[in-house]
C-alpha cells in the first residue's frame, strides 16, 4: 500500500499546477462519482463478457480454419501464444478494474478516503490495461495512446476533488478541511 501512496504523491504533482475546476463543477462531480463508478464498474464486467464471449467464438473458428489451412498447407494460422496470453490477461484486467469500480460505489457515497483510494487504484489497472494493448496484434500504440489519454483525464478529475474525501466520510459537499 506505500508504493500506491508513493505514487500517489508523484502523480498528484503532476496535476497540481493545473487549473482547478470551478467549486460547482467538483461538487457535481463529488456527487455524480458513485454512481459513474457504479456505471463504469457494470459496463466493464459486460465488456469482459462480451470479450470472454467473442474469444470463444473466434476460437471456434480459427482451430476450424487451422484444421483446413494444415491440412491443405501445413501451415497454423490464428492468435499466437502472446496474443492469447495478453487478451485473457485483458479480460482479466477488466474483471479486476470492474470490481473495483463497484467496490467503489459504497465509499463514495460516503464520500470516505477509501473510495477514492480504488478509484486511483482502477486508474493504475487502467494504465497496466494500455500497456497490454501493444502486444495485441492489429492494436498497438494508438490504442495505448488513448488510453493514456482517458487515464490522464480521469486522473486530473480525481486529484480535483480528492479534498472532499475524508478519513471517515462527511455529510457535506464541501471539501475535508486538512
Known sequence: MSTIKTLEQQIGGLFKDLPSLPKNVKDTLVQWWPYLA???GILQLLAA???WNLL????SLINYAN???QYTTGVSVGYSSTDKIVIYGGIALLVINAVIFLMAFAPLKLKAQRGWDL???ASLINIVYG???IFISGRGVGDFILSLI????????LFQVKDYYGKKGSASSAPVSK
Open 150 to 157: 482517458g487515464t490522464a483525464i480521469g486522473l486530473y478529475l
Open 119 to 121: 478509484l486511483f487504484l
Open 67 to 69: 484444421q483446413i489451412s
Open 49 to 51: 463478457w462480451g470479450l
Open 131 to 133: 500497456v497490454a494493448q
Open 38 to 40: 457504479l456505471i463504469f
Open 56 to 59: 470463444s467464438v473466434s476460437n
